[in-house]
């Protein structure tokens, strides 16, 4: 596929503080230089998309129309930045969790690459030349079963999730400490 290359974001512990299921956009926080790092990679011609799993609506914790205050405050504190998402994608679904459309084993829910596909559909992008920053092994699963490259950055859970890495098949992953670091590493590989 020929087309814009992404950096597909991690929510939760890769751009904003890790809150077990956040359910109150009061306390959304963006980590220390996100917004710079990210405004980076927006400069460069990246497409910035975030991908992220939100189980706590199947889980009745929260509902969607609390989660998109969520995202209007997470693109209110990136626009006072400078910095404009093109798109934010969630998962709302739990395999065994929950009740209704919400339980289900669905091709959304990171590792699987559905969100992935659905922004290179959308945005027409080149996934080859992408990149996945996360805090979890099933952000770079993600990323690698599109063939885009993964960074795993130590906030949020990262920092326990790096030990696991070693363990993995695949190869094509990098550990930073941030996304300031991913953003580094990201235009230094270009």
């Given at each position: ?16 503080v ?21 405004a ?5 011609g ?8 939100q189980?706590g609506?199947?889980?009745g ?11 209007d405050?997470?693109?209110a504190?990136l ?5 404009t ?6 998962c709302?679904h ?5 009740s209704?459309?919400?339980r289900?084993?669905c091709?959304?829910?990171?590792p699987?690459?559905?969100?992935l ?15 996945c ?8 699963e ?10 795993l950055?130590?906030t ?8 696991a ?13 941030d ?5 580094s ?6």
């Amino acid at each position: 596929m020929t087309g814009r290359p992404a950096v597909f974001l991690d929510r939760d512990g890769t751009l904003n503080v890790e809150v077990d299921y956040l359910a109150d956009p009061a306390r959304f926080e963006l980590l220390p230089g996100a917004a710079e790092g990210l405004a980076r990679l927006a400069a460069a011609g990246f497409a910035l998309v975030v991908v992220t799993n939100q189980s706590g609506v199947a889980r009745g914790l929260l509902d969607e129309d609390v989660l998109a205050r969520i995202h209007d405050r997470m693109a209110a504190d990136l626009a006072a930045h400078g910095v404009t998402l093109d798109l934010v994608l969630y998962c709302p679904h739990h395999p065994t969790e929950g009740s209704g459309a919400h339980r289900a084993d669905c091709s959304c829910r990171k590792p699987r690459p559905g969100m992935l596909l659905e922004a290179a559909g959308r945005l027409e992008l080149d996934l080859h030349a992408s990149w996945c920053i996360g805090d979890s092994l099933r952000d770079l699963e993600a990323a690698a079963a599109v063939g885009a490259r993964g960074v795993l950055v130590r906030t949020g859970k990262g920092a326990s999730q790096e030990a696991a890495l070693a363990r993995l098949t695949w190869t094509g992953t990098t550990v930073v400490d941030d996304i300031g670091d991913a953003a580094s590493l990201i235009l230094e590989a270009r």
